[in-house]
């Protein structure tokens, strides 16, 4: 368990790293800045809690949980900068009705944000410290904003008959996998306390890998849009959109 | 226990729809041709006539109250049905004009552009306005469509038209 446990907390990191320097080679800080930025945060994060693990003693263990708590602060943050990013380049960029469509996105965000904190408050706290609870918290109500959000902004998309670059999709499904995995293990960590924190805790990491596996794939996959076949206009069809236009236009 | 328990539930829901949806996606390339012959045809002034609230109002003045609930009631299921057609082809235009900015020539991506808005325009007012014309249903005085929504379809009708001389549409505006 412990081999695995290692395994799953190493591997996925290194597999990060490998998504940060293809990420960089291939420009997309530049497409999708903020998917980079979360990236190469969960990556100095992870070099951080690590190294700090090789110091930290039992009875200093709230530095270790300080850290974690404010580092996934920060990840909620670039998250939900990762998440306008994919509304944004799925959908507002390629429209003139942005006004109309962010306001509906931001009030799917607000229902989101007021249903995490009505879940959030009425689940049981896992431990017996402050802090540990509130990164709990946290984790949770992040999840579900998360795959809340990526579920609207999919059907959305779906509803809109809006096609997606494979890469969007890619960072969509990466993110997804892990807010609904994580969602579940938040819940079952709460309903079943402090015997179930490795269990949910190795799922979670799971979760997180195949994430990255995901956005790996995606990253080497070609970035494009779906492909259309059909051919060219032949004359008599030309001619047949003349007339048509004459019609509709009355002239 | 049971909240806990439910939002497990959930949440492995939503990842099926995640999956599902984006499945979806990887299989949307299709072909133009194939697009074209799922467009159905649409009478905009059928539909002008439906919706407008003069014709409501004379037929509110001339009909015994019993027959203009009855009558209202088709014209509002009849307006649903005109919407959910408008609503299918605006969808399918959205993926006409997406393969169409693509296109080298700067005059077709541009007329696909404004396609595009109005399709979106379209799906968008269609999700707002069958909800309302269901309620109105259940409220036949009330009036619960919006007028600008037949103006729109015939703006996207004409784009179709326009790009067509531009682009291989496929027959497209004969179906609309």
Redesign the interface.
């Known amino acids: 368990m412990l081999f695995l446990r290692y395994y799953l907390w190493l591997v996925p990191h290194v597999l990060l790293g490998i998504v940060v320097i293809v990420s960089l080679r291939k420009r997309l800080y530049q497409t999708l800045p903020a998917f980079f930025a979360f990236a190469v945060f969960q990556l100095v994060q992870f070099l951080v809690l690590f190294t700090v693990t090789k110091f930290v003693t039992p009875s200093s263990i709230h530095i270790y949980v300080w850290l974690l708590t404010c580092g996934a602060l920060i990840g909620v943050l670039l998250q939900l900068a990762v998440l306008y990013e994919l509304v944004r380049t799925v959908i507002l960029s390629r429209t003139s009705l942005q006004r109309v469509l962010r306001l509906l996105f931001a009030f799917a965000l607000a229902i989101l944000v007021l249903a995490s904190a009505a879940t959030s408050g009425s689940l049981r706290d896992v431990g017996r410290e402050r802090i540990m609870n509130g990164f709990e918290t946290l984790d949770f109500s992040n999840n579900l904003v998360l795959a809340g959000m990526l579920v609207v902004i999919l059907l959305f998309s779906r509803a809109l008959n809006i096609s997606w670059r494979s890469r969007a999709t890619g960072v969509a499904l990466g993110f997804g996998t892990s807010a609904c995995i994580g969602l579940a293990a938040a819940a079952v960590r709460s309903g079943l306390g402090e015997s179930a924190f490795v269990g949910v805790d190795v799922m979670q990491m799971a979760a997180f890998h195949v994430s990255v596996v995901i956005w790996i794939v995606y990253l080497f996959l070609p970035d494009r849009t779906p492909a259309f076949a059909g051919s060219g206009l032949a004359k008599s069809e030309i001619q047949f959109w003349e007339q048509e236009l004459q019609r509709m236009t009355g002239q | ?1 049971i ?3 439910v ?2 539930v ?3 829901l ?2 099926f ?3 599902h ?2 499945k ?10 194939q697009l074209a012959s799922r467009l159905q045809a649409v009478d905009v002034d059928a539909f002008r006539n439906l919706i407008d609230e003069r014709e409501e109002e004379y037929l509110r003045e001339h009909l015994p109250q019993r027959e203009f609930r009855g009558i209202q009631r088709e014209r509002k299921l009849a307006a649903i049905e005109y919407i959910r057609c408008a609503s299918a082809n605006a ?2 235009l ?2 006409l004009a ?2 169409a900015r ?1 296109d080298p020539d700067s005059a077709v991506a541009q007329a696909a552009e404004k396609l ?2 109005n399709a ?2 379209v ?2 007012y269609s ?1 707002r306005v069958v909800p309302r014309l269901y309620a109105g249903l259940l409220f036949p005085g009330a009036s619960l469509v919006p007028a600008d929504l037949a103006d729109t379809y015939d703006t996207v ?2 784009q179709v ?2 790009l ?2 531009q ?5 497209m ?2 179906a609309l």
């Open positions: 226990m909240l806990a328990s939002i497990v959930l949440a492995f939503a990842l729809l995640i999956l949806v984006v979806g996606h990887h299989a949307t390339g299709r072909d133009l041709d969808a399918i959205i993926r997406e393969a693509e595009f808005d979106l325009r799906r968008l999700f009708t004409r038209v326009m067509g001389l682009y291989p549409t496929r027959g505006s004969a």
